[in-house]
Structures are given as C-alpha cells and as structure tokens.
C-alpha cells in the first residue's frame, strides 16, 4: 500500500520561510503526480499546489501569489513545497497526496483527484 510522510512543519514568524517534504513509499514515485493541500483551523480542506509525475508541470491555487513553490525529486520518491513570505493566513494543517489519476491535465485541484494522503504537518506562523 502507498503511504505518505510529511514532515518540515513547525512555527515561523510572519515573512519567513518554510520548506516541507513529503515521502512516499509503497510504490513507484514517479507513477503519481502529487498535491499538496491544508486545512486551516475550523476550515475545511484546500488545495495548494500539485506537480506532475515527471516535474515538468506545476499548477498552484490562485491566493497564494507566487509565494510557494511544489517540486519533487523523484530518486529520492519526495516532494517539496517552499513557502516563502509567511503570512498568519498560512496557519494550517499541511497533507501531501498523491494523485490517482492516469493523466494529468496540468490542473488537478479536487481533492477527489487523490487516492493516499499524509497524516499532516503543522505550520503555524505568528504575526
């Protein structure tokens, strides 16, 4: 069976920076293209980022303005999200998950897209 293990989270001060990996094992890395999502407190949960199996595509929801970046190293069966420019807004429950999905569109933002999720890292940025 796949499973997926976040790590990388912690507390951070408004405007860092903060790099969480995610690794799978369990099957071939590469057959999955990944996503990354979180939930806020009270909230329900929101897709973030997701890149295909090979790395050479990316897509990211649109609040985020360019301050987060997905990536993956495939020899290593792991992917990367960066965060840059922290904001309180970010505070969430971060789950990587890997994709069911044959194709990828170069959008894949439904969280019905995913068939193995991570238990989640905690990042919370203070003001």
């Known amino acids: 069976q796949v499973q997926l293990v976040e790590s990388g989270g912690g507390l951070v001060q408004a405007g860092g920076s903060l790099r969480l990996s995610c690794t799978l094992s369990?099957?071939?890395?590469?057959?999955?293209?990944m996503g990354w999502f979180r939930q806020a407190p009270g909230k329900g949960r929101d897709f973030v980022a997701v890149?295909?199996?090979?790395?050479?595509?990316?897509d990211y929801a649109d609040s985020l303005n360019g301050r987060f970046t997905i990536s993956r190293d495939n020899a290593r069966n792991t992917v990367y999200l960066q965060m840059n420019v922290l904001k309180p807004e970010d505070t969430a429950v971060y789950y990587c998950?890997?994709?069911?999905?044959?194709?990828?569109?170069?959008?894949?933002?439904?969280?019905?897209?995913?068939?193995?999720w991570g238990q989640g890292t905690q990042v919370t940025i203070s003001s």
């Open positions: 369990g099957d071939a890395f590469s057959n999955f293209a």
């Open positions: 890149i295909s199996k090979d790395g050479a595509i990316s």
């Open positions: 998950a890997s994709s069911w999905r044959t194709r990828f569109s170069g959008r894949q933002r439904s969280d019905l897209d995913y068939a193995y």
